[in-house]
């Protein structure tokens, strides 16, 4: 494992914008990418990282909501299915400092394959979906700004997201009983 340089909008704006190939090989690479997208993600507190955030042109993302459900591994995803909209604050490794509101689907069906090359489909709502929509649109070189509708600073991010975390916990909690 490595702890790799996250590319920020600022210094590597070109690299970001570029859109990711598809994973064809699932290998021991695809695997010690997966592994170092992990521990950078971890060591710089992201909630999910795509390895074009690290330089790496490949379709994969990590995704890590501090649920206990652990990290949810990405390969080629593609999202079939939005439902509903959702209004919420989000934040970007790439953008230090920067968070604004940002309207996403509440529900989506999102395909995708494990790191040895299974086939999955899930249905994600709240948090996990607008997770999985901000790591997609990097593989496209979309990037949280551009679809923002107000930027806040850091205090007011800071709690809303708190509550949001509040009542996702309390939700997954409410599943589990
Ligand atoms: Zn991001």
């Not at 695997?31 to 390895?51: N, P, Q, R, V």
């Not at 206990?68 to 934040?91: A, Y």
């Not at 948090?127 to 806040?152: K, P, R, T, Y």
Request: proline share 2%; with cysteine.
């Amino acid at each position: 494992m490595a702890l790799r340089e996250i590319l920020t909008e600022k210094k590597d704006e070109r690299q970001l914008r570029k859109t990711a190939r598809e994973v064809t090989v699932f290998d021991e690479r695809l695997f010690s990418l997966l592994e170092d997208m992990k521990e950078t993600m971890i060591h710089y507190m992201g909630a999910g990282i795509a390895a074009t955030q690290i330089g790496v042109m490949k379709r994969v993302v990590v995704i890590d909501l501090d649920d206990g459900e652990g990290v949810i591994e990405l390969i080629n995803p593609v999202i079939t299915k939005e439902k509903g909209k959702q209004r919420e604050v989000e934040g970007c490794l790439s953008l230090p400092g920067s968070w604004g509101y940002v309207v996403r689907p509440e529900y989506i069906t999102l395909r995708y394959q494990t790191r040895i090359g299974e086939e999955v489909e899930i249905n994600a709502e709240g948090l996990f979906a607008q997770s999985i929509c901000h790591e997609v649109d990097h593989l496209n070189g979309v990037l949280f700004i551009d679809l923002v509708d107000e930027m806040i600073d850091e205090e007011e991010a800071g709690r809303s997201m708190e509550k949001r975390r509040y009542n996702h916990t309390k939700k997954k909690q409410k599943r589990a009983v």
